[in-house]
Nanobody
Framework: QVQLAESGGGLVQAGGSLRLSCTAS????????MGWFRQAPGKEREFVAA???????TYYRDSVKGRFTITRDNADTTDLLMSNLEPEDAAVYYC?????????????????????WGQGTQVTVSS
């Protein structure tokens, strides 16, 4: 099993920045990718960004490209730096981990394809 813990959420004004962190523990070798998803009230959970642990290739949803950056700080911690936040970015943000096929496989953008999840951290953006 892989345990994930998010931190760094909070309230920020539109145009501001936040950094989310996700720390993995347990059988971290069970995964080759870590991703960030978000879920706003009344909406489905959606893909935000992901990184392959072996290739460091990153992936983003179109609406956050150029504003969000996912990085792997060490073997067990992945950050999501969110800049120029918009009210539409407000949601509960979840980190997830999974092993996808080969070592350098592209992570899925489908949340149902990820087995390991954190509890989520709230991001609120005031206009």
């Amino acid at each position: 099993q892989v345990q994930l813990a998010e931190s760094g959420g909070g309230l920020v004004q539109a145009g501001g920045s936040l950094r989310l962190s996700c720390t993995a523990s347990g059988r971290t070798r069970n995964g080759n990718a870590m991703g960030w998803f978000r879920q706003a009230p009344g909406k489905e959970r959606e893909f935000v960004a992901a990184i392959n642990w072996f290739s460091d290739v990153t992936y983003y949803r179109d609406s956050v490209k150029g504003r969000f950056t996912i990085t792997r700080d060490n073997a067990d911690t992945t950050d999501l730096l969110m800049s120029n936040l918009e009210p539409e970015d407000a949601a509960v943000y979840y980190c997830a981990a999974e092993w996808f096929g080969s070592m350098r496989a592209t992570p899925s953008r489908n949340p149902q394809a990820w087995r390991y999840w954190g509890q989520g951290t709230q991001v609120t953006v005031s206009s």
